[in-house]
């Protein structure tokens, strides 16, 4: 077996088992949740620098996960990271210009939520999304 069948093997696994690729904050202290809404400091969030890029955020009382990327378009985009399908977590594909869940069925979904492939019938939850400088907000209730 050579390295591209392996790799392509533990893609599959990783699939299989719900792994997701995108990372959760390096800097815990980047985020926060106040108010109502979340709080990203960009200087010490070196996981959405690129567009393409993503993070997770999970804990501190959230509910739900969050999904936050910067996308193809330049924009900051913020999900629910459960699949509506059942429930995994979503990567962005970069140059895609969509977000996918890390299972077998690879639901696929726009920037704004709406499924485009796979599994998932329904939509996305989104949030609204600002940035101050190198602060950006992210607003629960919406
Ligand atoms: S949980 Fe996402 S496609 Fe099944």
Same mark, same amino acid.
């Given at each position: 077996m050579n390295?591209? !069948?392996i790799e392509v093997m533990m893609k599959?696994?990783? $699939?299989l088992l719900g792994i997701c690729e995108t990372p959760l904050p390096a800097d815990s202290d980047a985020w926060a949740v106040q108010?109502?809404?979340?709080r990203i400091n960009l200087s010490r969030m070196n996981e959405l620098k690129n567009p393409g890029s993503g993070v997770r955020l999970e804990g501190k009382g959230l509910d739900p996960r969050l999904l936050v990327f910067h996308g193809d378009d330049g924009q900051y985009h913020a999900v629910a990271n459960r699949c509506t399908h059942? %429930? $995994? $977590? +979503?990567? #962005? +594909?970069?140059g895609g210009?969509? +977000? !996918? *869940? *890390?299972?077998v069925s690879k639901s696929t979904f726009t920037y704004d939520g $709406? #499924?485009?492939? %796979?599994a998932a019938q329904r939509p996305?939850?989104?949030y609204g999304i600002s940035q101050d400088q190198e602060t950006?907000? +992210?607003k629960l209730d919406e």
């Amino acid at each position: 077996m050579n390295n591209n !069948q392996i790799e392509v093997m533990m893609k599959f696994f990783k $699939r299989l088992l719900g792994i997701c690729e995108t990372p959760l904050p390096a800097d815990s202290d980047a985020w926060a949740v106040q108010d109502g809404n979340v709080r990203i400091n960009l200087s010490r969030m070196n996981e959405l620098k690129n567009p393409g890029s993503g993070v997770r955020l999970e804990g501190k009382g959230l509910d739900p996960r969050l999904l936050v990327f910067h996308g193809d378009d330049g924009q900051y985009h913020a999900v629910a990271n459960r699949c509506t399908h059942m %429930g $995994r $977590r +979503i990567d #962005p +594909i970069a140059g895609g210009s969509v +977000i !996918q *869940c *890390c299972s077998v069925s690879k639901s696929t979904f726009t920037y704004d939520g $709406r #499924p485009v492939g %796979g599994a998932a019938q329904r939509p996305l939850k989104t949030y609204g999304i600002s940035q101050d400088q190198e602060t950006l907000t +992210i607003k629960l209730d919406e």
